[in-house]
T-cell receptor, first 113, second 116 residues
Framework: AQSVTQLGSHVSVSEGALVLLRCNYS??????LFWYVQYPNQGLQLLLK??????LVKGINGFEAEFKKSETSFHLTKPSAHMSDAAEYFC???????????FGPGTSLSVIP | DAMVIQNPRYQVTQFGKPVTLSCSQT?????MYWYQQKSSQAPKLLFH???????NEADTPDNFQSRRPNTSFCFLDIRSPGLGDAAMYLC???????????????FGPGTRLLVL
C-alpha cells in the first residue's frame, strides 16, 4: 500500500531563510507525487506535482521539489521564506493516474519575522 | 473564474439532526470527491463520483451519504451527526477522460461543521 511520511509536524523558519519540508514515500514504482498547501480555514491548493517528467519540479509561489528515486523522497524547498508562506503543507502520492490520492500527515510551517 | 464552491463555509448542527453540505463547480469536471479533515490531520476520502457512478470508501460510515443530481452539484448528507463528525469537509473535482491521465484535483474552500 502507498504511504507518505512527512518528517516534522511543525517547522519554524525565519523570514528570508531557506524552507525545507521533507516528504518520503513508499512505492515499488515511481508514483505521482504532489505538494499541497492549506491556509487556515481554506481548502487545499496544489503547489506542484511530479509525473515522471523532470525530477526537479517548479511550482507556484517560488516553491520547488526534487524527486529522488534512490531516496524515495520528494522534499519541498523555497530559497527565501515569506510571512505569507505560513500554512499547512501536505505531501501526497498516488500509484497511478487513476488511484486515489494518499495524503501525508502534514507539516505546519511557521515563519518568524 | 472557474472554481469549486462550497456552501455554507460554516455549519452548526445539533447532535443527531440531519445536515446537508453542498458543493458546486464551474470546471465541468466529471469526477467529484468528498473528504473529511479533522483538526491537524490529513484529509480522508469519504467517497467520490465518477460521472454518475458512486464510489464509497470501505471505511466510510453509513451515516454519510452523497447525492450528485447533475455534473455541477454534489451534496454530502450526514444523517445523524455525532460529536465525532465535527470536522472540515472538503469537496474536490478532477477531470478524467478515457485514455488520458486523471488530472489534478481542485479543492473547494471547505465547510467547517460544528456539532453541538
Amino acid at each position: 500500500a502507498q504511504s507518505v511520511t512527512q518528517l516534522g509536524s511543525h517547522v519554524s523558519v525565519s523570514e528570508g531563510a531557506l524552507v525545507l519540508l521533507r516528504c518520503n514515500y513508499s512505492s515499488s514504482v515511481p508514483p505521482y507525487l504532489f505538494w499541497y498547501v492549506q491556509y487556515p480555514n481554506q481548502g487545499l491548493q496544489l503547489l506542484l506535482k511530479y509525473t515522471s517528467a523532470a525530477t526537479l519540479v517548479k511550482g507556484i509561489n517560488g516553491f520547488e521539489a526534487e524527486f529522488k528515486k534512490s531516496e524515495t523522497s520528494f522534499h519541498l524547498t523555497k530559497p527565501s521564506a515569506h510571512m505569507s508562506d505560513a500554512a499547512e503543507y501536505f505531501c501526497a502520492v498516488k500509484k497511478t493516474s487513476y488511484d486515489k490520492v494518499i495524503f501525508g500527515p502534514g507539516t505546519s510551517l511557521s515563519v518568524i519575522p | 473564474d472557474a472554481m469549486v464552491i462550497q456552501n455554507p463555509r460554516y455549519q452548526v448542527t445539533q447532535f443527531g439532526k440531519p445536515v446537508t453540505l453542498s458543493c458546486s463547480q464551474t470546471l465541468n469536471h466529471n469526477v467529484m470527491y468528498w473528504y473529511q479533515q479533522k483538526s491537524s490531520q490529513a484529509p480522508k476520502l469519504l467517497f467520490h463520483y465518477y460521472d454518475k457512478d458512486f464510489n464509497n470508501e470501505a471505511d466510510t460510515p453509513d451515516n454519510f451519504q452523497s447525492r450528485r443530481p447533475n455534473t455541477s452539484f454534489c451534496f454530502l448528507d450526514i444523517r445523524s451527526p455525532g460529536l465525532g463528525d465535527a470536522a472540515m469537509y472538503l469537496c474536490a473535482t478532477s477531470r478524467d477522460r478515457v485514455g488520458e491521465e486523471r488530472e489534478t484535483q481542485y479543492f473547494g474552500p471547505g465547510t467547517r461543521l460544528l456539532v453541538l
